[in-house]
């Protein structure tokens, strides 16, 4: 029995997508890490503002806390050089729009920067253009000269939010994620991925896992659908030049990300035969379903994968053919015609999501805050 047509699929076109977002402030919990710090990051002492400044030799200028892990923390800052003359609050939005992202590793982590993410940044510095917008971007970073330093990276700050605080909207929603987002969602990773894998020299992302995959509404590659970025590159590894990646460092990558497609294409779906046993016992065949016949291949591919446990054997190259090859251009056949429905049903995902995270981009009183304290230090010193 083939699958019915499902009526149960929508995205967003939208020409004011960027305009939402924009207006809203709607960034992120990003560039890595976990997200338990406290919301009340205005309250920060300026003492531990300073520490960006401190650690970045005075190039940057703390705002607030973005995130924080076991061995780094994220913080939103501003380019000192970006103040130039600005001392009037009227100057605020030219400041907000030289926000970025400082991660700062603690003091007794400096061998994990140092063997895993300054490699990774400087690669990413020589990515193509057509694929710089798949991966978060590196402005600045320390070469760790002294164990006395705490090491650092700036990258642009991306206005968004990760695909965990999308799946939690999507739960509390109890709505299912919209195929096509799906679909643009495994094109975009599958692109990003690929390249890491396949360049040289190649590198592994590391850590690949749901809240390090951002999703930015304010840049869009395809119109209606945000560009998917890769953050946090602590566990990267960057191989040699002209070796190519073990077989086994691919396979893990690629069925983490198949394992991310599988959970959010299922999310809150109520099909029958939805978990990995119907791969694993064979049955299956006949599935109590209304997903659309593209979008139950999907599933299969990505189930039979998952249950092999592997991306590629010998007996299994024609899966692999699927996942690597005809998969992807059949999803972008869908994605790029999808129906205004579907485009307007992304749309309210994203917006929903929006609505629902925790904002802690910096607030223009914050940026005023510091804007005066320069102020205030520039006189005392006249």
Request: aromatic share 8%; hydrophobic share 35%; net charge negative.
């Amino acid at each position: 029995m083939r699958p019915k047509r499902c009526n149960a699929s929508s995205s967003l076109c939208t020409n004011n997508l960027l305009d939402v977002y924009i207006t809203k402030s709607v960034l992120p919990q990003e560039h890595s890490t976990n997200n338990h710090e406290p919301e009340m990051a205005n309250l920060i002492p300026s003492s531990f503002l300073s520490d960006v400044a401190f650690a970045t030799h005075n190039k940057y200028v703390g705002i607030s806390l973005a995130g924080k892990g076991f061995t780094a923390e994220v913080w939103y800052a501003i380019p000192r050089s970006a103040f130039g003359s600005i001392n009037h609050p009227a100057d605020v939005g030219l400041l907000r729009s030289h926000i970025c992202a400082v991660k700062l590793y603690k003091l007794y982590s400096p061998q994990i920067y140092l063997k895993n993410e300054l490699p990774a940044m400087k690669r990413l510095q020589t990515i193509p253009d057509e694929l710089r917008a798949r991966f978060t971007e590196p402005l600045d970073f320390s070469e760790a000269e002294s164990d006395n330093e705490r090491c650092w990276v700036a990258m642009k700050a991306i206005p968004g939010f990760t695909l965990t605080q999308l799946r939690g909207a999507a739960l509390l929603s109890k709505k299912v994620v919209p195929q096509e987002f799906v679909f643009h969602m495994y094109i975009q990773l599958h692109k990003a991925l690929k390249f890491l894998h396949t360049s040289d020299p190649p590198m592994t992302k590391g850590d690949l896992v749901a809240v390090n995959v951002m999703i930015d509404p304010s840049t869009q590659d395809v119109p209606g659908f945000p560009n998917i970025k890769l953050i946090d590159f602590g566990g990267a590894q960057v191989g040699k030049i002209g070796v190519p990646l073990s077989k086994h460092a691919m396979d893990s990558e690629w069925n983490w990300m198949y394992r991310m497609m599988y959970d959010l294409a299922l999310l809150n779906h109520t099909c029958e035969y939805t978990n990995e046993s119907v791969f694993t016992t064979g049955g299956g065949n006949e599935r109590n379903c209304t997903h659309e016949i593209d979008f139950s291949d999907f599933i299969d591919t990505l189930g039979y994968a998952l249950a092999a446990g592997r991306r590629l054997d010998e007996s299994n190259l024609e899966q692999e053919m699927n996942l690597q090859e005809r998969l992807p251009r059949v999803l972008k056949i869908r994605r790029d015609f999808a129906c205004p429905e579907a485009l307007q049903a992304i749309e309210r995902l994203l917006e929903g999501t929006g609505k629902s995270i925790n904002n802690k981009f910096p607030t223009d009183q914050q940026i005023l805050d510091v804007l005066s304290e320069r102020t205030s230090t520039s006189s005392s010193r006249l």
